[in-house]
């Protein structure tokens, strides 16, 4: 973590580091609106370049009044269901609705795309301050709980069906994450050098000296912190789903208007916040002084520069999991999502943040066969215990999404 306030002093009890969860949850809402801008570049190009570029860059053949299969003008003279190269016309009279029965998602059915931002604002502010009360290996571990959320939530609310061996393959992933987790926390016990994750637990520290309260307490709190974050983004994931599965938008503006009201949402909390707790004495300085949050963006050139490239690469996060999530669905992407600790560690250990631990390759090991097994890219290794599931699977794949019966 960044230092930002008395970096000089010889003590490292003195130094303070950038601690702003509220801000970097805002910061994560300006990068998904940042997709408005891809949209616009998207719409100027198909509206003024594209047109320019097909006129003067025809070929002769084509020229004496030739038209494509399917062009506007063959579909108004020769369709009879109202609709143009495969959608409906959205005529004063027509179905306001895509060719696979899916309804627009516009005026006032935009504002449901609220409901999956405010579970990612508290989602990931109960992370971030979770991270500030436990070590980054029980964070991790405490994280890897939200397959198992996602998973029960499709059941309970979208009436999906998971096997025996996609439970199965959800607790493997979980296990395996836990391993990863365990490793750290060994290492640490351990005695022995940390870089990155060290950091960390000094930041930990840090709040657990203030608060004047016990280790156990302290740990106690940030799990349950990141257990009930884990309930939030679950619900995320599960009403995107819903919303997808019913609705029809492209997931670029998906993306742009959870950014629009999760940005809202976040600067009214942050302004009231501010002036009930930011301001008083015993809120200086803390995860509600926004004055002093944005003061230590602003004047740090690494924190400056990490919060611009997270906020870049936030929006095609964003973009790549609702992907995911409307072709696919929630609990895949829920999988896959937890495999990007598997790259962390990559990159992590290129950088010499972390040190190599065969324990880890074990629960990484774990976590991509529960999520190649769930996805249906290996079959079960038993597969004589699951004859009837894995016949099902075999005749759905190929037209159904995953998990669809």
Request: proline content about 4%.
């Amino acid at each position: 973590m960044q230092c930002v306030r008395n970096c000089d002093s010889p003590d490292p009890k003195d130094r303070h580091t950038f601690e702003q969860p509220v801000i970097q949850t805002l910061q994560m809402f300006v990068g998904e609106m940042g997709t408005w801008l891809v949209v616009f570049i998207s719409f100027v190009y198909r509206s003024c370049i594209s047109p320019r570029l097909s006129r003067h860059g025809s070929s002769p053949l084509l020229a004496g009044g030739y038209h494509p299969v399917n062009s506007n003008e063959e579909a108004d003279d020769g369709n009879e269901n109202g609709t143009i190269n495969g959608h409906y016309s959205y005529g004063p009279s027509e179905p306001d609705d895509w060719d696979d029965g899916r309804i627009r998602l516009r005026g006032w059915k935009v504002f449901l795309l609220a409901a999956p931002a405010c579970c990612d604002i508290a989602g990931t502010t109960l992370m971030n301050v979770g991270l500030l009360f436990v070590a980054a290996s029980i964070y991790q571990m405490t994280r890897g709980a939200l397959v198992l959320f996602v998973g029960l939530f499709s059941v309970l609310f979208l009436h999906r069906k998971l096997y025996l061996y996609q439970w199965i393959s959800l607790c493997v992933v979980v296990l395996g994450v836990a391993l990863v987790g365990l490793a750290g926390a060994l290492f640490d016990h351990q005695g022995q050098d940390l870089t990155q994750e060290s950091t960390l637990y000094a930041a930990a520290v840090q709040v657990r000296a203030v608060a004047r309260t016990s280790e156990a307490v302290q740990a106690i709190i940030g799990v349950l912190l990141i257990a009930a974050a884990q309930i939030f983004t679950a619900s995320q994931f599960v009403l995107e789903e819903w919303i997808l599965e019913n609705y029809a938008m492209d997931p670029l503006r998906v993306v742009g208007w959870e950014g629009i009201f999760g940005f809202s949402v976040t600067v009214v909390g942050m302004i009231i916040l501010y002036f009930a707790v930011g301001r008083t004495e015993a809120g200086r300085y803390g995860y509600f002084d926004a004055k002093e949050g944005w003061r230590q963006v602003l004047e740090n050139r690494a924190v400056a520069v990490s919060s611009l490239l997270i906020m870049i690469s936030i929006g095609g996060f964003n973009f790549f999991g609702l992907s995911v999530t409307r072709n696919v669905s929630a609990t895949s992407r829920s999988t896959i999502d937890t495999c990007r600790t598997l790259f962390i560690w990559l990159v992590s250990l290129v950088l010499g943040w972390e040190s190599f631990k065969w324990l880890q390759v074990l629960g990484f090991a774990l976590l991509v066969y529960g999520t190649f097994l769930f996805n249906d890219i290996i079959r079960p290794p038993l597969k004589a215990c699951f004859p009837r599931e894995v016949t099902e699977r075999e005749m759905l794949l190929p037209e159904e999404p995953i998990e669809h019966l």
